[in-house]
T-cell receptor
Framework: DSGVTQTPKHLITATGQRVTLRCSPR?????VYWYQQSLDQGLQFLIQ???????AKGNILERFSAQQFPDLHSELNLSSLELGDSALYFC????????????FGQGTRLTVV | GESVGLHLPTLSVQEGDNSIINCAYS??????FIWYKQESGKGPQFIID?????DKRQGQRVTVLLNKTVKHLSLQIAATQPGDSAVYFC??????????FGAGTRLFVKA
């Protein structure tokens, strides 16, 4: 158990809908990272927050957004969902703002039908 | 469990043999490299890291080699065990806040 908690574990929704994925980082970690993992694209960095502020952006679509709350948990919002958004979404956390020895959650499997 | 990367390169080794997993990285400015292991149904797990001022680093049963001349990274696993079966990713970091992951290699260990 990495100490990073993601909910829900599985999510099935229809195209055009909006979902929210939640991540609780390890106790004491200030930085949260979101990744998308699809069968054909591997692990793709989406966005990073550090102590409530956005720190870095990767290949995140405009339909997606995220935030980190004062208690350091984070949410990833995916809207206007398309079939191609079906993937595993991972959250990772680390104490520093650099992705060194980041600990990953078990992921949320999103299926868009 | 979840299937990750159905079309990944695959390495099949006999239990007890040594495994070598290779990775080519893209950015010559990358100064920090990490190997992750991902078992079916789980998130990636940190294995070992190396900084660009080193060419070799050893951990418990694992060794990472870095060749900056050809931008190549390898992970050596000694005495491979069935529990080592997983997908292995290399990742590079340029000193910023983004880490770029490689496509991964699937390791099968035959008992």
């Amino acid at each position: 158990d990495s100490g990073v908690t993601q909910t829900p574990k599985h999510l099935i929704t229809a195209t055009g809908q909006r979902v929210t994925l939640r991540c609780s980082p390890r106790s004491g970690d200030l930085s949260v990272y979101w990744y998308q993992q699809s069968l054909d694209q591997g692990l793709q960095f989406l966005i990073q927050y550090y102590n409530g502020e956005e720190r870095a952006k990767g290949n995140i679509l405009e339909r997606f957004s995220a935030q980190q709350f004062p208690d350091l948990h984070s949410e990833l919002n995916l809207s206007s969902l398309e079939l191609g958004d079906s993937a595993l979404y991972f959250c990772a956390s680390s104490f520093t703002g650099k992705n060194t020895e980041a600990f990953f959650g078990q992921g949320t499997r999103l299926t868009v039908v | 469990g979840e299937s990750v990367g159905l079309h990944l390169p695959t390495l099949s080794v006999q239990e007890g043999d040594n495994s070598i997993i290779n990775c080519a990285y893209s950015n010559s400015a990358s100064d920090y490299f990490i190997w992750y292991k991902q078992e079916s149904g789980k998130g990636p797990q940190f294995i070992i890291d190396i900084r660009s001022n080193m060419d070799k680093r050893q951990g418990q049963r694992v060794t990472v080699l870095l060749n900056k001349t050809v931008k190549h990274l390898s992970l050596q696993i000694a005495a491979t065990q069935p529990g080592d079966s997983a997908v292995y990713f290399c990742a590079e970091n340029t000193g910023g806040f983004k880490t770029i992951f490689g496509a991964g290699t699937r390791l099968f260990v035959k008992a």
